[in-house]
Structures are given as C-alpha cells and as structure tokens.
Nanobody, 123 residues
C-alpha cells in the first residue's frame, strides 16, 4: 500500500512558477513509476508527466513540454513537478499517482492517488 500527499499548490500570475511535491509512504517507492495528472474546471482528468522508478526516463504531455519538469528523490520518497512559465490554462487540481503495473500516460494504469492540490494561474 502506498499513500500519497501533494503539496505546493497555490495562486500565481501568468508567467510565474510553482513546485509541487508529492510525498509517499512505503519502503518500495523506487519501484513505482510516478505520474502527475490534472483536472481543470469542467474538464476530464488529463496526463501531465510521468517519471520512471529510477528517475532516468520522463515523458510529458505536449502542452507542458519545456515548461514543466518532473523529478524524484527516492531517498526522500518524494516526486516533484517544477512548473515554469505558467499559463491560465494550467489552472487545475494536480494529482500525483503511483503505478505498480506500468510506466504509463493512462490514468487507469495507476493504483494509488493523492488528494490533489489546487493550482490557479491568473492572467
């Protein structure tokens, strides 16, 4: 069992930055690919980024490439999402998730989810 807790959300103006953190319980954190997803107002949950268990492989959704960076510190059981050059369309609740099945962009491949953290970007 893995429990995930996100933090670091908030309100920023367009062009600003935020860093989200996701702390995980469990001694086998490094075994899990970790994903970030988001759900904007009136929208379905969408993929943002994923990082492999070792941290060596990352994949991003096209609209965040070059602006967002996912990383992890397995010694601290924490995954991060650095978000730069934020846009109003990035406004959403951001979730981290852990998969014990696959390195994936697909939400239903993830087994554990955090409670989410709100990010609001104003123009």
């Amino acid at each position: 069992q893995v429990q995930l807790v996100e933090s670091g959300g908030g309100s920023v103006q367009a062009g600003g930055s935020l860093r989200l953190s996701c702390g995980a319980s469990g001694r086998t954190f490094s075994n899990y690919p970790m994903g970030w997803f988001r759900q904007g107002p009136g929208k379905e949950r969408e993929f943002v980024a994923v990082i492999s268990g070792s941290g060596e492989i990352t994949t991003y959704e096209n609209s965040v490439k070059g602006r967002f960076t996912v990383s992890r510190d397995n010694a601290k059981n924490t995954v991060y999402l650095q978000m730069n050059s934020l846009k109003p369309e990035d406004t959403a609740v951001y979730y981290c998730a852990a998969s014990n099945r696959a390195y994936s962009r697909v939400a239903n491949q993830y087994d554990y989810w955090g409670q989410g953290t709100q990010v609001t970007v104003s123009s």
